[in-house]
């Protein structure tokens, strides 16, 4: 199979993954699409498949926020989703400075880096917009660690997230290395052996 074939299932494998969390609450934010388009950026050069993440969270967020005005009375803003789509950009960036000296190292840094982007920008938002969190630095924390009380606690979905990361990074990575482990395997057919 194509290299290319494997990363456009992942991350349309990633989309799929994301909108059918909302029916196990405990995957809540383990999410494969910042790690994909971080990956995505690290292995590939044609740019275009760098779109694919952006499309498959568009999509999502489509979805859920339709879901979320059904089942809780809430939907999300547009600056909230261009937030998640300025995030999935950061994540390409970051892929893009670890494409240029790849190694074991680096994509964990980059994977963690990405994570980190995506909690802090995202918690950072709603500190800003929400009304419930004083305007701060302790009402900025509280946003980044408890969050609301009726909630779980934001560390939980950081935690979640920071999993999600790693776990689909590693998927990625394996899923690479095997594509190109098997190309170079393939048997050549020449002439010669007929």
Not at 98 to 127: H, P, Q
Not at 177 to 185: F, G
Request: charged share 10%; net charge positive; hydrophobic share 55%.
């Amino acid at each position: 199979m194509k290299t290319n074939t494997i990363a456009l299932a992942l991350i349309l494998g990633a989309a799929l993954w994301r909108i059918g969390s909302v029916f196990a609450p405990a995957l809540s934010n383990i999410a494969p699409i910042t790690a994909l388009a971080f990956c995505g950026a690290v292995y590939f050069t044609d740019r275009r498949l760098w779109l694919v993440p952006f499309a498959g969270l568009m999509l999502s967020d489509v979805w859920l926020n339709h879901y979320h005005a059904v089942e809780f009375g809430y939907t999300w803003s547009a600056g909230e989703m261009l937030l998640r789509l300025a995030c999935i950009a950061a994540a390409l960036g970051v892929g893009r400075l670890v494409a240029r000296r790849r190694n074991g190292l680096t994509l964990l840094v980059g994977a963690l880096g990405s994570a980190l982007i995506f909690y802090v920008g995202t918690n950072t938002a709603s500190w800003a917009v929400d009304p419930y969190y004083p305007k701060t630095v302790a009402g900025w924390c509280q946003a980044l660690t408890v969050g609301h009380p009726e909630f779980p606690c934001t560390l939980w979905f950081f935690r979640n997230t920071l999993l999600g990361d790693l776990l689909f990074t590693g998927l990625f990575v394996l899923s690479i290395k095997l594509a190109s482990a098997r190309k170079t395997a393939a048997p050549t057919r020449s002439f010669l052996h007929v």
